[in-house]
């Protein structure tokens, strides 16, 4: 069951980086970025999302309760791991504050949607495939090569990132604010490109000095509030005419 458990929470992770990622560019910020808190191509977020998914399919629960139950435990996860990283590192992962029904920016319905959809596929359709790959991975002696190979540089990612973040934070306390970290990822690679310096994908914050970084993402931030204001006002102005 270790090793089972293991290999999906790999699967997960690297699957939903993939995700995110084309989310990020189609959707979201219309921009190739590196989503999430790592330097590399997983998100851990989703391997857990993955893990709690087979455990519930599982239980002696019939699939459509186990989908209903997926979608409060997935919407409780993406909570109070939005919170811890706000509160505790002033850094936000995700931001739904234009979203409707949204709570405090880091859940609302139309990604609670989401979840319940991810895990009715995941149910009816994923769990007898995945969990037969996960019992051969379990037995194959190269996948399990493999998946040492992948935890050895999770938890080393794991720890470099934490260290950025550390950086990060102290320069968000003095600026008092909390920041979004892939629109901070974004703001880096428009700086680089200004002063014709290499992009970079993974590894965004390597060689970047975090307080003029997250200064002026925040100043960016302002213009683009400023600029908003001022289109909404000439907009009233013209209705009033």
Sequence with gaps: MF????????????GGWVIEVFFRRFF???????PGFLNGPYLPMYGCGTVLLYASCLMPLPKWGITLLLVVILTLLE???????????????????NRWG????IICPLFSLFWG?????????????LHIAAEWAAGNVWILFLIGIFY?????????????????????????????????????????KRNRERIRFLFPFAGASFRDAVSEWLE??????????????????????
């Excluded at 949204?102 to 920016?105: L, R």
């Excluded at 400023?226 to 102005?237: F, G, N, P, V």
């Design 102 to 105: 949204n709570i405090q920016g």
């Design 152 to 192: 050895g540089v999770f938890f080393t990612d794991l720890c470099i990132s934490f260290n950025v973040s550390l950086k990060i934070r102290k320069a968000a306390s003095q600026l008092r604010t909390a920041v979004h970290y892939e629109e901070l990822k974004a703001a880096i690679n428009e700086r680089r």
């Design 220 to 241: 960016s931030k302002k213009a683009s509030l400023r600029a908003a204001l001022e289109h909404k006002s000439d907009d009233d102005d013209r209705d009033e005419n």
């Design 79 to 97: 909570y109070i791991t939005g919170i811890i990283f706000i509160k505790g590192m002033k850094i936000k992962l995700w931001d739904y504050t």
């Design 117 to 129: 959809i991810i895990a009715a596929v995941f149910v009816y359709l994923l769990f007898e495939p």
């Design 28 to 34: 979201s910020l219309k921009k190739w970025i590196n």
């Design 3 to 14: 090793f089972r458990l293991a290999f999906l929470f790999m699967l997960g992770s690297v």
